[in-house]
């Protein structure tokens, strides 16, 4: 196991006294005195109709199992029809038969209605959904799931309740069901609260790093310097010396290219050299190119638009962003960061699909100091923000690891590899992990897959 993140009371946990071989592909072993049992002898399968007050329950890929709108508003795939939908109420144990391979299983704590692509389960007596939803996610991790995969898109499955209902899992005393749970959902607690912390800090060291950037672009490197009104809202002043010009006289802007996802490859190899690159950086290799240099690559569409990126290389952009491949009297690193301070997502239209044009971007003014300057302001944000960026670095090391313990507790706490009920006996009573809203989450946030 990973080291012990600064709690005496999970680094003090001991394995059971004996096991047995326990014939499951995905643990070896288990406590000796647990039992096993097929699943659908410890769930009914509900087909209950949907009430007229019922709202979306969404199970998402970190196992929350909630009302849509206790998540977010936007950003779903929406049913035209709600064909097939069932109740779902409060306790069930809810599986998205798409979706189970990535950890979309998790106990409703919602009353309400999803698509038939779910399997709703209730517990039967002695049976904790909640420790069950934790097994399940631990067949996922292993890939369990994915080799019993009948797939009909890639990476996703049909993991539908009679392929559940077929599968043996561990059956432990009620009390010990309910010993893990409460265990886990403290060590959860305290996991969430640690990397969410790390989270903020990253926030300001972001914010930090912006201002950085901000001031060395739009104010230059001496502070003596004079100043004049620039005459843009958004920048204020800017030394004298320094001009003020239109993007329409100094770029050339289009969209990218259409390029097949099927042709990209997911590493860099002789026959595909080339990195293909749209509004969040690079999306795979692929065997051609559009740009041959130095470009500016700016995001055009939905929540990535106003991502700026520098490419030095040949690249492929795709038609999901626009490209800088002209640029006079800018050296391109000076105007990649100009461009970033400029918050170009604000330029997009206010449609459900926000887009961003070159059109618009042209219209913008921007300051250009002398580019001997531009270049040393370059060349200097890359000193001034090297502390920054390391503690960046650290911080999401330091997340990564909290990940990586609280994944190897959850599996051998579930499976019996370390028994938790001293531990569980002597924790204070809390409820469990609270909700937080998805930009505080510390697990990603994927769509729901709607049948």
């Not at 539908?160 to 607690?189: I, K």
Request: aromatic fraction near 8%.
């Amino acid at each position: 196991m990973i080291a012990n993140p600064s709690t005496p009371l999970m680094a003090g946990l001991q394995p059971y006294p004996e096991y047995k071989e326990s014939g499951l592909p995905w643990s070896a072993q288990l406590p000796s005195h647990w039992k096993q049992e097929r699943a659908k002898w410890l769930f009914t399968k509900m087909d209950r109709p949907v009430g007229e007050n019922d709202e979306v329950v969404t199970c998402f890929r970190d196992g929350k199992v909630t009302l849509r709108k206790n998540r977010r508003s936007r950003g779903f795939t929406e049913a035209i029809y709600e064909f097939g939908y069932q109740g779902i109420r409060k306790g069930d144990l809810v599986i998205h038969a798409m979706d189970a391979f990535a950890g979309a299983v998790g106990v409703s704590d919602s009353n309400g209605k999803g698509t038939p692509v779910y399997a709703v389960c209730q517990p039967k007596t002695g049976v904790n959904a909640h420790y069950y939803a934790f097994i399940i996610r631990e067949m996922a991790r292993s890939q369990w799931i994915l080799a019993l995969s009948r797939g009909i898109r890639e990476r996703s499955t049909d993991f539908r309740y009679d392929t559940f209902g077929g599968q043996r899992v561990p059956l432990p005393p009620p009390s010990e069901q309910a010993a893990m749970v409460r265990f886990l959902d403290w060590a959860n607690g305290r996991l969430e609260r640690a990397i969410r912390a790390k989270r903020k800090v990253i926030a300001l060291l972001h914010e930090q790093k912006q201002a950085i950037i901000h001031r060395a672009v739009t104010r230059g490197l001496n502070a003596e310097a004079a100043f004049k009104p620039s005459g843009i809202p958004w920048l204020g002043n800017i030394p004298e010396h320094w001009e003020v010009w239109p993007l329409r006289r100094c770029i050339s802007i289009r969209s990218g290219d259409f390029i097949d996802g099927s042709k990209l490859k997911n590493e860099r190899s002789d026959s595909s050299p080339i990195p293909v690159i749209g509004g969040n950086g690079i999306m795979g290799f692929a065997d051609r190119s559009n740009v041959s240099g130095l470009t500016i690559v700016i995001g055009r569409v939905g929540a990535l638009c106003g991502n700026v990126h520098l490419v030095k290389e040949a690249a492929w952009i795709t038609d999901n962003a626009l490209r800088i491949t002209r640029m006079v009297g800018f050296d391109a690193g000076y105007l990649a960061e100009q461009l970033r301070v400029m918050n170009l997502n604000l330029l997009a239209n206010a449609n459900a699909q926000p887009l961003v044009t070159g059109g618009v971007i042209k219209t913008q003014r921007v300051v250009k100091p002398p580019q001997d300057e531009q270049q040393r302001i370059t060349d200097a944000l890359q000193t001034l923000y090297v502390p920054v960026t390391s503690a960046l670095s650290r911080l999401d090391r330091e997340i990564g690891l909290l990940r990586e313990y609280r994944t190897r507790l959850v599996a051998d706490v579930v499976t019996g590899k370390l028994d938790v009920r001293p531990a569980a006996r002597d924790l204070p009573a809390e409820p469990r992990a609270p909700e937080l809203a998805p930009e505080e989450s510390s697990e990603p946030e994927t769509e729901e897959t709607e049948a």
